[in-house]
């Protein structure tokens, strides 16, 4: 299951962000879990696998559109972000975090907001699967920095024939994808889908349909790439901009095709690619052609 909160408030003073907003909003996230929980909190932060949450920048809706803050935030404009959650712990912490009486306390930056309204949504990850369709071709928008990493890792062949004790350690090698590639977006939602929608599909077939081209990339309009500072001498980079994804002609698979439908459904609540949890890879969609019949 997934819960869905959404936080709307404002604060009295202007607020300047160390880095990217979204860095803030899970550093919230996890004062509030430490709150109720603190040893959920620090298993959550050593934890090696995906991380069962996802967040959004402090975001301001304006008259033109939708607004990601980045440094500044000014002040008396209602601002509001997202937390997404997968596991019922979590979704239970901030339950008991909205209705108690600390809940004007939250903090920006040093300054407190005042909070006018949490909204709250469940969602089961099936109804995605069930209600798919095989559509052929999708506007997707970036609108917050998002990456990709493709991890190469293991010793090659000429390691693995010797012993054990003169092999050494290998260390895994990472290699940061700035662009709309369909393989990393589309494997990385099924990897999360696999381990927090139930129930799943089939990830390996699904992966081998990626692999041979069953989503393309078919034009983008307006990347731009950000360079994003976590902290003093740690930093990221991430695109943002439109991508048109197709599933061509020659390996359509109607199945395939609605696993898609279902993955950028839930890509709107997990956001995609590296830095989720801080707000990156934060994507919305829509379909830019009719169903498949």
């Known amino acids: 299951m997934i819960f869905s909160y959404s936080f709307q408030g404002h604060t009295r003073r202007h607020v300047m962000f160390q880095s990217f907003s979204g860095f803030t909003v899970r550093g919230i996230f996890f004062n509030v879990l430490k709150t109720f929980s603190n040893k959920e909190a620090s298993n959550l932060h050593r934890r090696g696998t995906l991380s069962p949450y996802a967040v959004t920048p402090i975001i301001v809706d304006a008259y033109d559109g939708r607004h990601i803050v980045y440094e500044r935030l000014s002040a008396g404009v209602p601002f509001r972000f997202d937390v997404s959650v997968f596991e019922e712990p979590l979704g239970t912490a901030l339950k008991e975090f909205i209705f108690s009486t600390d809940v004007l306390n939250i903090r920006l930056q040093n300054t407190e907001f005042e909070l006018r309204s949490v909204r709250v949504n469940s969602v089961d990850p099936s109804s995605f699967l069930g209600s798919a369709k095989p559509y052929r071709r999708y506007d997707v928008s970036f609108l917050t920095p998002t990456f ?52 799943s599909f089939n990830y390996s077939s699904y992966c081998r349909w990626l692999l041979e081209g069953g989503v393309a990339l078919e034009t983008h309009y307006g990347l731009r790439v950000h360079k994003i500072y976590e902290e003093p001498g740690k930093w990221s980079r991430g695109f943002t901009g439109r991508a048109i994804f197709t599933l061509p002609e020659d390996t359509f698979d109607p199945k395939m095709a609605k696993i898609t439908h279902a993955l950028l459904e839930f890509a709107k609540f997990s956001n995609v690619g590296a830095n989720r949890t801080a707000g990156f890879g934060m994507v919305d969609y829509h379909v830019s052609t009719r169903e498949v019949t």
Do not use: W
């Not at 890792?153 to 290699?175: A, D, E, H, N, W």
């Open 148 to 199: 990709f990493r493709s991890t190469q890792q293991g010793p090659t062949l000429i390691r693995k024939l010797l012993p054990r004790r003169l092999r050494g350690t290998v260390r895994p090698t990472y290699r940061y994808v700035i662009l709309p590639d369909p393989y990393y977006m589309f494997r990385n939602l099924s990897r999360l889908f696999r381990q927090f929608g139930k129930p």
